[in-house]
Each structure stands twice: as structure tokens, then as C-alpha cells.
């Protein structure tokens, strides 16, 4: 399974959603390889750092961009179960390569803020990679969004309204979890001192993912 964490907005939290997932992910038993295809390289720095302060790390994370997603992403699926690809809070051809090859995307939406405002323009950008692939499936989701939850629902609302991108029930707030645990190469789920919260909605992201 080919999945891609995009979207045409910075700041959403794509690159934390990658590598929790990655991480998950690889703790099943999977064969996966994290691809960063972000001009910032933020997911492979993380990995990086990950490893620097040995941390067990039970996938492989390389650096691609444009065309060569496409290319050599296919000489090395057969060698993995999942691959995993961040990509830049923009439209960019990194993007629409990855796209064009995976099975599912995940777009991450902050309620409330500039993001809603591209709806119209991601559903464009899906509408044109289902032309060479048909079978890509869309989901959003509700990224550091409020605890509370109000402002959530009223975003999942316009977002339903969106036919060709399914919007995923479980949201993940904005906590400090998921930046302390990036800060030390690490997944929220494997902090010492445990976010439960955190942790339940990044399982709830999982299952919808993987499992569903």
C-alpha cells in the first residue's frame, strides 16, 4: 500500500502524521519505507536525529523528489509492504507524482484557519490525479485541531460536502505530545511519559488507515 500525506497548505502537521504512521506502521511487523518528498526535509531529518540517538529504527527513509517518485518508487515496491511518502504543503509536481502512484492520500485540514479556504483547490488537484489514477483514494482529516471539538465538527461539515474526498470521524487535537515527541525521534506512542489522548487519536488514525 502506497500512502501519501499531502495537501496544497504548510503547517498542517503532514510530516508528524508521517512518521507516526511509519512508525505504527513498522511496529506491526510491516516492511515499510518512509519517503521525503518535502522540500524542507523534515521527515528525513527526523529520522536522522531518530537514529543518532539510536533509537530503533525498523524501516528504511530516503529522499526523492518530482518524477523520480514515480520511477524509482517502482523498482522498489515489491521490496516493502507499505510505503509512506510526506509531501510538501504545496502543489508541486513532488506531489502530484506521488499521487499518480499511491493507493491513498491523507490530507490533514487545522479547523478554523486558512486551510478550509483550499478545499475547492485540493479536490481540483485529486480530480486531476484520478485521470491516470482512478483507484486513489481521499481522505481528510482533521489535524491540531480544538480539544473541544466544536470548531471540528463545523470544518467535517464543510468537508463532507466534498463528494470525491471522504472525511475521516477522528480527529487529532493540538497537544503537546506530538511535538515533544518529534523533538526526541520519537513517535507520541512511544513516550516515556505516555499523552492518552494523543495516543488514541493517532490509533484512531491507524485503524482508519490501515485497517478499514
Known sequence: ????????KGGGGKTTIATNLCVMRSKEGKKVLLVDADE??????WASHRETLGIQT???????SGKAILTEIKKMISSFDDIIIDVGGRDTESQRAAFGIATQCIIPFKPKSFDMWTLGAVKALIADARLFNPKLKAYALINQGDCRGSDNE??????QEMEDIIC???SIAQRKAFSNAAA???????????DV??????EELYINVFHK
Do not use: F, H
Not at 40 to 45: E, G, V, W
Open 154 to 159: 463545523d470544518a467535517m461539515d464543510m468537508i
Open 58 to 64: 525498523n524501516w528504511i527513509t530516503v529522499r526523492l
Open 40 to 45: 524542507q526535509r523534515t521527515a528525513s531529518d
Open 1 to 8: 500500500m502506497i500512502t501519501v500525506v499531502g495537501g496544497i
Open 184 to 194: 526526541e525521534g520519537l513517535s507520541v506512542t512511544e513516550l516515556n511519559k505516555p
Open 197 to 202: 489522548k494523543a495516543i488514541l487519536e493517532i
Open 168 to 170: 475521516l470521524q477522528g
